[in-house]
Nanobody, 121 residues
Framework: QVQLVESGGGLVQPGGSLRLSCVAS????????IGWFRQAPGKGREAVSCSSASDGSTYYADSVKGRFTISRDNAKNTVYLQMNSLKPEDTAVYYC??????????????WGQGTQVTVSS
């Protein structure tokens, strides 16, 4: 019943931009946190960003701070990740995830299928 669907990935040159979308169904985002994660081949899963519904705070990994922006459109049940100044090391499969909590946490219950982001010249 709960479903998250990512989209917006693709191939982009270093320095370029992409905007990822995560559409939720089966629940509403108004009271729940949403996180973005990424995983490169042969590497572990990395937390990229999170949007908290408890106090409106946003969080970013140091590696993306100043380049990525997470935002919400609760009316559309959608979370976005705007990625600017992309680097080759940003190449990964990106996932959105929901902890069914108002606060960002380390426990996520629901995951999307992922969308591939490739940064290459």
């Amino acid at each position: 019943q709960v479903q998250l669907v990512e989209s917006g990935g693709g191939l982009v040159q270093p320095g370029g931009s992409l905007r990822l979308s995560c559409v939720a169904s089966g629940f509403t985002l108004d009271y729940y946190a949403i996180g973005w994660f990424r995983q490169a081949p042969g590497k572990g899963r990395e937390a990229v960003s999170c949007s908290s519904a408890s106090d409106g705070s946003t969080y970013y990994a140091d590696s993306v701070k100043g380049r990525f922006t997470i935002s919400r459109d609760n009316a559309k049940n959608t979370v976005y990740l705007q990625m600017n100044s992309l680097k080759p090391e940003d190449t990964a499969v990106y996932y959105c995830a929901a902890p069914t909590s108002s606060s960002c946490t380390n426990m996520y219950n629901y995951w999307g299928q992922g969308t591939q982001v490739t940064v290459s010249s």
